[in-house]
């Protein structure tokens, strides 16, 4: 018989080999997550197919999900944001020939289930001459006279808080109105289409365009801005949510070297908006979209920070196959509790730009995994380069930068707005 201290001592010996036993066992455990396949022949998973798994074991609570919710668009404290419509009657009314139609837009429906709605004009004016018999001057002027103002506002608070140089841009595409609290979509179609109306949704400016617009100004505006398109160039851009920056999103530039391995070149952090003024142009295609914005490139990250993101990157595999154009193996996209993959955007573009201009022009193949988004886009740019630059020059008078500001103006009424 085993006396007291004999069973204890026993007791230890059992208690001792099942601990070890167990931590051996946790210890040899792989999550699945972080499995290798052992089929060399079974592809990795594209981000697509791992993103149901992912939304079923994301801890709301972790630190992580915050990192998840980064806001890619970000507005500065005083930013201006304002929305009015250009080519209205002569008593400044819509048109009667002007209604809201339904449009299918993936992202807005799966949010809310419904689709949003755009301003469709069934007797446009066919040229500027039917405009000016509505309204006492060209439409261009019309924009110019009510976006000045706030140009040289959000130009003052910007050049009052950094030195860093802003960026005024002209983009082309629809606004599509969808449902608020004071407004429901259904209410809308059934209303007349009036300001105060329109005014109580809530809008998303989407900037894809037809091909036939490219075609366009590949004819008619580059030869008048007087430059011709660059050679196409091939980027990757692969955003990153940062859990030290959770309402930012680090955007990795990166381009492909010729043995097929990725190379990064630019690391951003997305931009800062001081200025938005939507412009719904009645008798045209295509609405108007003027935003004035900074962008700041990281230049200040630690050897550790640069040695995270370039692993992440290293770890893409090229696949033209998938959405964005690249997939990561299984827990690879992300650095465990600091950067994750959230978008990957294939882009082709082309550009054209003098000292005054540059026009871009890109195709975009990309894969958002935040909205489970995937999509083809074509949209064009067009950075006003001399505006702000006069702007920013003391000695010359701001008339001068008007002065070029309603040219641009003329410009894009002329050839970028219908197609």
């Not at 009015?84 to 799966?110: C, N, Q, R, T, W």
């Not at 002065?403 to 707005?417: G, S």
Request: net charge neutral.
């Amino acid at each position: 018989m085993y006396n007291c201290e004999d069973q204890l001592s026993l007791t230890r010996k059992v208690l001792k080999y099942w601990a070890v036993h167990f931590a051996s066992l946790i210890m040899a455990y792989v999550p699945p997550h972080k499995r290798h396949l052992k089929d060399p022949q079974v592809p990795a998973p594209t981000p697509e197919l791992l993103l149901p798994r992912f939304n079923r074991n994301l801890n709301l609570g972790s630190h992580k999900h915050n990192a998840y919710r980064s806001r890619e668009i970000l507005y500065a404290d005083n930013a201006i944001f304002r929305w009015f419509a250009v080519d209205l009657d002569e008593d400044g009314h819509f048109p009667s020939s002007l209604h809201l139609e339904p449009i299918s837009m993936e992202y807005i429906e799966k949010r809310r289930g419904e689709k949003p709605l755009v301003l469709v004009n069934n007797n446009p004016a066919k040229d500027n001459d039917e405009v000016g018999k509505r309204i006492s001057r060209s439409p261009w002027e019309f924009v110019a006279e009510n976006v000045w103002p706030d140009i040289l506002s959000a130009c003052k608070m910007v050049s009052n808080v950094m030195e860093e140089k802003p960026t005024l841009v002209a983009r082309f595409g629809k606004i599509r109105f969808h449902g608020s609290k004071l407004l429901s979509l259904e209410s809308a179609r059934k209303s007349q289409v009036a300001e105060t109306m329109l005014r109580q949704l809530q809008r998303i400016f989407h900037t894809n365009v037809p091909e036939t617009l490219v075609e366009k100004i590949t004819i008619g505006a580059v030869p008048k801005i007087g430059s011709d398109f660059e050679e196409e160039k091939h980027i990757y851009r692969i955003k990153l949510s940062d859990s030290s920056r959770p309402q930012t999103t680090v955007s990795c530039k990166c381009r492909v070297r010729e043995d097929k391995e990725l190379e990064l070149y630019k690391v951003e952090l997305n931009s800062v908006r001081h200025m938005v003024v939507d412009i719904s142009c009645l008798d045209k295609n295509l609405d108007l979209r003027l935003a004035l914005h900074t962008r700041e490139i990281l230049t200040a990250m630690t050897d550790d920070e640069m040695d995270i993101i370039r692993n992440l990157i290293n770890s893409a595999i090229l696949d033209p196959e998938v959405k964005g154009g690249l997939r990561w193996p299984l827990g690879k996209a992300d650095s465990g509790d600091r950067f994750t993959v959230i978008g990957v955007w294939h882009t082709k573009f082309r550009s054209c730009k003098t000292p005054s201009l540059r026009l871009k022009v890109r195709h975009a193949d990309w894969f958002h995994v935040l909205t489970e988004t995937v999509e083809t886009t074509v949209d064009i740019t067009l950075k006003l380069k001399r505006v702000v630059s006069e702007i920013q020059e003391e000695k010359i008078d701001t008339d001068s930068a008007y002065d070029v500001f309603k040219d641009n103006l003329r410009l894009i009424w002329d050839h970028f707005l219908s197609c």
